[in-house]
């Protein structure tokens, strides 16, 4: 992707979910004039409505957001077409006078936009199988510590679920002898393509907790397992990506009769947790985020937003 020939800022609200990114975006779009890009992996899907936290109607007419609702349950998107997405949303932001506040939790749409991804090297079919060999008789954990001997800053970002990316990072290394995140950082990950200001919202653990609780039960009582219903009776099968989201794997199952209601919202709840926690390690990894408690200091939030578009136009 190529930069944009007028170097435009950034304001980017990230942090774990359920920590209120989205009030503090729509209360900076007042203040500043601006339009709210989403950067949710989620909420760019149509008809997931219930479990994704979207901004509500209300929210939406309110603030323009841009880049939700914008593909099928079935239609594949990526980081990389997120960032094509991305960047002709600002362009369109910014020609009609307005800022731009890009919002979300997804911390590699995030990356992607702001730095461009990486063109990684291709790896032969034969050590990709073997490599799923591997796992299928060692173990996520075993792969997990394995990555870690040879790329311990990428390991320390992932999960031991996070499967897919693990056995990436270990054919990378294993055909090119150069740790991915190495090779991220001499290449495309090098340069900033924007101008940004990223603010990291901080919430007490437990209170995140609680948040995350409330969430779920809500999402339950406004009718999130019959939305999954209503996409599965569509044609939208649980073998998806976007099916595989929290909430919606776990209500899936549910609807399947392989677990009950009560152990779905459990389930949900319990992995919401899991999801916020690796959203954390994500973030805090990136020394250029700027972390407040929300919304103790909404006052110094503000200020350091207005002080950075003010720099580019005085």
Same mark, same amino acid.
Request: hydrophobic fraction near 40%; include cysteine; charged fraction near 25%.
């Given at each position: 992707?190529? !930069?944009?020939?007028?170097?435009?800022?950034?304001?980017?609200? =990230?942090?774990?979910?359920?920590?209120?990114?989205?009030?503090?975006?729509?209360?900076?779009?007042?203040?500043?004039?601006?339009?709210?890009?989403?950067?949710?992996?989620?909420?760019? +899907?149509?008809?997931l409505?219930?479990?994704?936290?979207?901004?509500?109607?209300?929210?939406?007419?309110?603030?323009?957001?841009?880049?939700?609702?914008? &593909?099928?349950?079935?239609?594949?998107?990526s980081?990389s077409?997120?960032?094509?997405?991305a960047?002709?949303?600002?362009?369109?932001? &910014?020609?009609?006078?307005?800022?731009?506040?890009?919002?979300?939790?997804?911390?590699?749409?995030?990356r992607?936009?702001?730095?461009?991804?990486?063109?990684?090297?291709?790896?032969?079919g034969?050590?990709?199988?073997?490599?799923?060999?591997?796992?299928? %008789? #060692?173990?996520? /954990?075993?792969?997990?510590?394995?990555?870690?001997?040879?790329d311990?800053?990428?390991?320390?970002?992932?999960?031991p679920?996070?499967?897919?990316?693990?056995?990436?990072a270990?054919?990378? +290394?294993?055909?090119?002898?150069? $740790?991915?995140?190495?090779?991220?950082q %001499?290449?495309?990950?090098?340069?900033?393509? +924007?101008?940004?200001?990223?603010?990291?919202?901080?919430?007490?653990?437990?209170?995140?907790?609680?948040?995350?609780?409330?969430?779920?039960?809500q999402m339950? #009582?406004?009718?999130?397992?019959?939305?999954? =219903?209503g996409?599965? #009776?569509?044609?939208f099968?649980?073998?998806?990506?976007? !099916?595989?989201?929290?909430?919606?794997?776990?209500?899936?199952?549910?609807? #399947?009769?392989?677990?009950?209601? %009560?152990?779905a919202?459990?389930?949900?709840?319990?992995?919401?947790?899991?999801?916020?926690?690796?959203?954390?390690?994500?973030?805090?990894?990136?020394?250029?985020?700027?972390?407040? /408690? +929300? $919304?103790?200091?909404?006052?110094?939030?503000?200020?350091?937003?207005?002080?950075?578009y003010?720099?580019?136009?005085?």
């Amino acid at each position: 992707m190529k !930069m944009l020939s007028t170097p435009t800022k950034l304001l980017i609200i =990230c942090g774990p979910t359920a920590s209120g990114k989205s009030a503090l975006a729509i209360q900076l779009a007042h203040t500043l004039d601006a339009e709210i890009v989403n950067a949710d992996s989620v909420q760019v +899907y149509r008809r997931l409505d219930i479990g994704t936290a979207k901004p509500s109607p209300s929210q939406q007419i309110e603030i323009r957001h841009h880049l939700i609702d914008i &593909v099928e349950p079935d239609q594949p998107f990526s980081a990389s077409d997120f960032a094509a997405a991305a960047d002709a949303a600002i362009r369109d932001i &910014v020609s009609r006078g307005k800022r731009v506040i890009v919002v979300g939790g997804t911390g590699l749409y995030m990356r992607a936009l702001v730095h461009g991804l990486v063109d990684s090297p291709c790896v032969p079919g034969e050590l990709r199988q073997a490599l799923h060999d591997e796992a299928a %008789e #060692a173990g996520n /954990e075993t792969m997990l510590e394995r990555l870690r001997l040879v790329d311990p800053e990428l390991a320390a970002t992932l999960h031991p679920n996070n499967l897919v990316r693990i056995i990436r990072a270990l054919e990378v +290394y294993r055909s090119s002898g150069i $740790p991915l995140s190495s090779y991220q950082q %001499e290449h495309a990950f090098a340069a900033r393509r +924007y101008d940004v200001l990223q603010i990291g919202i901080k919430v007490d653990r437990a209170l995140l907790y609680e948040r995350i609780e409330e969430r779920v039960e809500q999402m339950m #009582a406004a009718g999130l397992t019959e939305e999954v =219903c209503g996409l599965l #009776a569509a044609g939208f099968g649980r073998n998806l990506k976007s !099916m595989r989201s929290i909430g919606y794997k776990e209500s899936a199952a549910s609807l #399947a009769g392989e677990i009950s209601a %009560e152990e779905a919202c459990r389930l949900t709840k319990r992995n919401t947790r899991h999801y916020a926690k690796r959203q954390l390690t994500w973030f805090k990894a990136d020394p250029d985020i700027l972390w407040f /408690e +929300y $919304p103790d200091n909404s006052d110094s939030i503000i200020r350091y937003a207005i002080e950075f578009y003010e720099q580019q136009e005085a």
